[in-house]
Nanobody, 126 residues
Framework: QVQLVESGGGLVQAGGSLRLSCAGS????????MGWFRQTPGKEREFVSA???????????DYADSVKGRFTIFQDGARNMVYLQMNNLKPEDTAIYYC????????????????WGRGTQVTVSS
């Protein structure tokens, strides 16, 4: 089992920044994949970003088109932490953000993700 705990959400004005953190514990490892999804009421969970190893020693970091150039995902493998630096936030970024982890590559299909955190609320005011 893997446990994920998010932190860092909050209220910010449009154009501002937030950094989300996710701490992994349990059966973790340096080769497992981690990422972020978000969800608003009445909508499906939406892929935001993910990182991991795509084979051999090649790292990947994927982003949804809506956040490219504004969000950056990075990891502290030694501490089983993954972060999402969010800059130039927009009101449409308002959502609950969920940390995700899996032993396979994480893509936009949230149904294939094995482990989830409980989420942290991000609210961007206009």
């Amino acid at each position: 089992q893997v446990q994920l705990v998010e932190s860092g959400g909050g209220l910010v004005q449009a154009g501002g920044s937030l950094r989300l953190s996710c701490a992994g514990s349990g059966r973790t490892g340096s080769r497992y994949h981690m990422g972020w999804f978000r969800q608003t009421p009445g909508k499906e969970r939406e892929f935001v970003s993910a990182l991991g190893w795509s084979g051999g020693n090649t790292r990947y970091a994927d982003y949804a088109d809506s956040v490219k150039g504004r969000f950056t995902i990075f990891q502290d493998g030694a501490r089983n932490m993954v972060y999402l630096q969010m800059n130039n936030l927009k009101p449409e970024d308002t959502a609950i953000y969920y940390c995700a982890a899996d032993w396979s590559r994480i893509d936009s299909d949230y149904n294939r993700v094995r482990y989830w955190g409980r989420g942290t609320q991000v609210t961007v005011s206009s």
